[in-house]
């Protein structure tokens, strides 16, 4: 229902709509605690993200950034404010989500996980290019040689180390060619070399696959490192702070993975996120 | 990297050969201090009978006839009650396991026959079914259905508080859910449900045939007990053992072919 008439290679940009990728506006989101009373996790917030573009979200543990980002996959519902994607409400345009935790089915070989949005009704019933079984299957090839599985499609996710456990997750989301990739702290239980190397990987794999992502992380290197722009966000309620926009070509490499130029803009996040209005508790002693 | 002989390495496999040595070590080391003791101290041949004596027992009792007839028996009914506990607790417990309102309304009934003693609902069936193999068989299946239903209602709502939300972000159906996460997902609770099901239903065997049989293991162990008959007795417990234990590896050869990934999750 919700992929395009003309068929496209995987590898073209399904966001090359006209419009923005995500639009989010005034979203507020208050949950009822267990005392009754009110919890204000999102205030007010706005955000436009372009096609193919990738937004990486910061902030303090408890500031809403999950949850924004659930409202976007609309596995949450705002209490105010609206959320579209391409144009559409969130929940009737394929979105891609990867979890923070390695989600993938134990039952199933990396192939099957990859292949599991693929093979459910709403795709198969939504007669695009994604329709046919053949066409289901080269998908699913060509993703695991994007993501660097392709000698692994027989294996069971237990065999896999974390890492790969993480890239396949990442695969299952991009196989049902997403209108926008949410990544929920993906990399979060990683060991750091691991996590550089998949940051490496991903700025490639979203890159060739034109995918528009938002990125939530606590890691602010890592936001740094692969956003286009940097969203930092204040705890409870949670509000944006600021936008930090990065003027460094993508794709990003390990040489600037490794620059002052990224330790500088690092700098600059971190101190607005430990100085400026993200700060928890107002201004710190200087 | 990729090399897919790397996962099969040989240490395991020598690891598990000890094992199954020192198990083997272990039973004839027993056996052997059984007989001894039996031969040294004499006790009453009422009470305690040497390992030789029940061998031979066994096959003066396979030799007339009655051993095989009392096995066939209590096969029979086992089977039937065994099978039957699964036909009915594997599909109720995953609509329970996945369906809120079922559970709500099963749950109250599943606790309240679950705690109750299972054995003292035994004369009833001999009253509603006679002393048939009828009887039997459904003291067997309600003695093992409750493992099975509780198991399988854990597996289903672990696995939907797991992986529910991998259902949701892929807008699968409610049926998807169920057919491509629930089932599978719950298949190693179910065979622990089995396992725990089989080794009650075993005791479901005997129990039943205490109420009232002419022929089966159960039986052979009363009345051999009632005439004295000690190296019988143990037979009819040797053979109940025995079956206890081929048909638990049965069941994990059974779960090797069917959960390939090798999950353990509430697997004891």
Redesign the interface.
């Known amino acids: 229902m919700s992929s395009s008439t003309t068929p496209a290679p995987v590898t073209a940009s399904p966001a090359a709509r006209t419009g923005e990728a995500v639009q989010v506006q005034g979203a507020c989101k208050e949950f009822v605690d267990p005392h009754g009373d009110r919890l204000r996790v999102l205030d007010d917030i706005d955000l436009e993200i372009k096609p193919g573009e990738f937004v990486a979200i910061v902030g303090p543990s408890g500031c809403g950034k999950t949850t924004l980002l659930r409202s976007i ?1 609309g ?1 949450e519902r705002l209490s105010a404010g609206t959320v579209t994607v391409a144009g559409h409400p969130p ?1 009737e345009i ?1 979105t891609g ?1 990867v ?1 923070q935790r390695a ?1 993938l ?4 070989t990396v192939e099957r996980n990859v292949s ?2 693929l ?4 795709i198969r019933s939504a007669g695009g290019e994604l329709g046919g079984k053949e066409a289901r299957q080269r998908q699913v090839t060509e993703l695991l040689e994007l993501t660097g599985l392709a ?2 499609r027989h294996y ?4 896999l180390s974390g890492g790969m456990q993480q890239r396949v997750n990442l695969a299952r989301a991009l196989a ?1 060619e997403p209108a926008v990739l949410l990544m929920d702290e993906p990399f979060s239980s990683l060991d750091a070399m691991t996590r550089e190397k998949l940051q490496r990987d991903l700025q490639r794999i979203v890159l060739q696959a034109g995918t528009t992502t938002i990125f939530v992380t606590h890691d602010i290197r890592e936001a740094a490192f692969q956003a286009d722009r940097v969203v930092v966000m204040s705890p409870r309620p949670g509000r944006i702070a600021r936008i930090f926009t990065i003027d460094e070509p993508r794709r990003r490499t390990a040489e600037y993975q490794n620059s002052d130029r990224l330790a500088e803009t690092a700098r600059g996040i971190w101190t607005e996120l430990h100085e400026g209005n993200a700060s928890e508790g107002g201004r710190p002693d200087a | ?2 090399d897919r002989r790397e ?1 099969a390495p040989d240490a395991p496999t020598s690891g598990r050969a000890i094992t199954a040595r020192r198990a083997t070590v272990s039973i004839l080391g027993g056996l052997v201090l059984w007989e001894l003791a039996v031969r040294v101290l004499h006790p009453s041949p009422l009470s305690i009978v040497a390992p030789t004596d029940v061998v031979s027992a066994f096959v003066r009792l396979a030799r007339d006839g009655t051993l095989w007839t009392d096995f066939r028996v209590s096969m029979q009914q086992f089977l039937m009650g065994f099978a039957l506990s699964a036909a009915i607790a594997i599909p109720l417990g995953l609509v329970m396991g996945a369906n809120r309102r079922v559970h709500d309304y099963g749950d109250p009934w599943l606790t309240i026959l679950y705690t109750t003693p299972n054995v003292a609902l035994a004369p009833l069936f001999i009253i509603w079914l006679g002393f048939g193999n009828a009887s039997h068989v459904a003291i067997i299946a309600l003695v093992a259905i409750f493992p099975i239903l509780i198991n399988t209602i854990e597996g289903v709502r672990t696995v939907e508080e ?2 529910n ?2 259902g ?6 409610r049926p ?1 859910i169920f057919a ?2 629930d089932l ?2 719950s ?1 190693p609770y179910i065979f622990t449900g089995l396992r725990l099901a089989l080794a009650r239903a075993l005791v479901g065997v005997v129990v039943a045939d205490l109420f009232g049989a002419s022929a089966g293991l159960g039986y052979l162990l009363l009345n051999s007990a009632q005439a004295f008959k000690t190296a019988d007795v143990f037979v009819a417990v040797t053979v109940l053992a025995a079956l206890g234990v081929f048909l638990t590896g049965g069941l994990r050869l059974l779960q090797n072919k069917l ?5 353990t ?1 509430g697997g004891a």
């Open positions: 996959q596995l929940g394929a989500f979890f989600s089915l134990p039952w199933k599991f949005g093979d459910l009704r709403v000698d692994f069971y996710p237990r065999q049902i | 990297m990729a996962k797991e992986w939300e991998v949701a972000a892929f807008r699968a159906s998807e491509k996460i599978p997902g298949l959960m390939p990934w090798g999950a999750t």
